[in-house]
DNA sequence: AAAATAAAAGACTTATTTCTCTTTTATTTT
DNA sequence: AAAATAAAAGAGAAATAAGTCTTTTATTTT
């Protein structure tokens, strides 16, 4: 459904999201938080800093965190600056021409699908994943014996 | 959503399925059909053959056709012989494990819409694709012009 | 039987995505 | 001011996906 990219932006911006009182996160806490590549979040980050749906600070105590209005940004948000928005309005077959008049054999229903998926990415604001961390509600990874077997 | 190589299997298949009376279809004719790599689509479908969701017969008048149990496959069959069954059963975010006892934080809500896909797929048979083509109903590839300025 | 046709098979190339490494820049603490 | 910390930047390697090419095998027509 998303790029591999596109899920570990999404799982590091609900990591800082979660953060208590909008606290500065490193990188080595995301990557601890969220168990991906160090080098790659950091770059994943530093593309949507760009696009200003994440805020940062070098320096000791620095890292990144949200402002107010990143905060009210939804997943779907983070999904189509890392993807694009051809999973919310690309055809289902690949087709360039794709429409009500030059519709695919199943563009009504995955039309359908497809923005039910965007309502559900739309709704996802990151304010809402604030404080839920260690609650034990949720998770961002595996379960830590199953990483430990897998990476040995 | 899919890979390329999925959206050219399902286009590939509804296109045989579309063919009057299961007449054998060659790979010349499909990738007519569909505007596709002609050696490509030879390989998915040999893909397909092998997993018996299409069969096929060599030498003159030979090609692709679907028997009484192929045409009744939904397009679900195909991309989980394709994909795999990672859209289906896998999490939205990437993670190994993520369930009910273990869930990501969009498990409940992408669950309900990776089903909605699923449901979606297993009611489009090929069957019903079948004796629509040319009745300019639907289409399988853009229209011409588009394609000629794209390629050059 | 020979020629023609069309899929099967497998090696190979190209493109894209994923991930790594090194250096630079900004900020803070000592 | 110097040392330490942490993100920014950019080049590049590795892995996977997408697409190509050539040869072989099966079947049919002549």
Redesign the pocket.
């Known amino acids: 459904m998303f790029?591999?990219?596109c899920e570990?932006a999404i799982r590091a911006m609900i990591f800082i999201a979660q953060q208590p009182d909008s606290k500065k996160?490193?990188?080595?806490e995301i990557v601890n938080g969220i168990d991906c590549?160090?080098?790659?979040i950091?770059?994943i980050?530093?593309g949507l800093?760009?696009k200003g749906l994440v805020q940062?600070?070098?320096?000791?105590?620095?890292?990144?965190f949200l402002d107010k209005k990143s905060l009210r940004c939804s997943l779907a948000n983070i999904v189509r600056a890392v993807d694009g928005d051809k999973l919310f309005s690309g055809c289902g077959l690949g087709l360039k021409e794709c429409s009500e008049t030059h519709p695919c054999p199943i563009h009504h229903q995955f039309k359908k699908v497809r923005n039910d998926v965007l309502v559900m990415l739309n709704k996802a604001k990151l304010g809402e994943f604030a404080g839920q961390l260690g609650k034990n509600q949720t998770y961002l990874k595996g379960v830590d014996f199953l990483f430990i077997k897998d990476k040995k």
Chains 1, 2 share one sequence.
């Open positions: 790029s591999k990219t570990y996160t490193s990188i080595k590549p160090v080098h790659f950091a770059k980050l530093q800093g760009k940062s600070l070098k320096g000791p105590n620095g890292g990144f």
